[in-house]
């Protein structure tokens, strides 16, 4: 089975930040997801990736295949970005149909 | 609009009934999933469907049943067996079992007493 680590598990930023959003994965996959949970619950997909980086609004992710490694990025951090972030993997590697999942980084943003 | 609908948002029961949590999804999508969440803990898979009449147990399936009589619907229940049923429960829904791209529903919270 993948395992998933996220970093950090909590985030504090003042409005306008730079934010850094990291998770490892242990088996080699064909493509990542990057999910946002809003304080109500509801889950929206951001970025399906399977390399180099991809760019929706102030949101960027980017994935390193080699190191089983990818980054999500906000810039000009806005207190509306405050949410729960979970990466999804493949459940045992590229071709497995089943996702697993991170424990979510939450973040909070301060105006 | 195509989405996925949960209902109820809240839900509330006695300890030793059974409930079902009911999902449907107008995406015509193929395979269909039940997640549970727990604070602190990633989503994990309780069941998960790739076709009508057809379904597969998920990492935690103990004390939970599911059933896929058409294509739109695949509720949930929990069971009496379920030694630890308070949590978030999220169902989600994609094409086919191997597009990695779900859509997922806004959940139903649960709470058993």
């Known amino acids: 089975k993948n395992e998933v680590e996220q970093s950090p598990q909590n985030l504090t930023a003042q409005e306008g930040e730079f934010i850094t959003i990291n998770c490892s994965y242990s088996?080699?996959?064909?493509?990542l997801h990057w999910l946002q949970q809003h304080p109500g619950g509801g889950i929206v997909s951001l970025f399906m990736l399977s390399s180099g980086k991809k760019k929706h609004g102030r949101l960027i992710a980017t994935i390193n295949i080699q190191e089983k490694h990818s980054s999500l990025h906000i810039t000009a951090s806005h207190p509306r970005d405050s949410a729960v972030y979970i990466c999804?993997?493949?459940?045992?590697?590229?071709?497995?149909?089943?996702?697993?999942f991170g424990k979510g980084t939450k973040l909070s943003v301060i105006p | 609009d195509g989405g996925i609908t949960q209902s109820p948002k809240y839900l509330f029961r006695k300890e030793g009934q059974n409930v079902t949590l009911s999902c449907e999804q107008n995406?015509?999508?193929?395979?269909m999933y039940w997640y549970r969440q727990d604070p602190g803990q990633g989503l994990r898979l309780i069941y998960y469907s790739q076709i009508v009449n057809d379904f597969q147990k998920g990492d935690i399936a103990e004390g939970y049943s599911v059933s896929r009589e058409k294509k739109e619907s695949f509720p949930l229940t929990v069971t009496s067996a379920q030694k630890n049923p308070t949590a978030f429960y999220l169902c989600?829904?994609?094409?086919?079992?191997?597009?990695?791209?779900?859509?997922f529903g806004p959940g139903t919270r649960l709470t058993v007493t």
């Open positions: 088996v080699g996959i064909s493509a």
């Open positions: 999804a993997v493949p459940y045992s590697g590229a071709g497995s149909y089943q996702l697993t």
């Open positions: 995406l015509n999508h193929d395979a």
């Open positions: 989600a829904s994609t094409w086919t079992l191997g597009n990695y791209e779900q859509y």
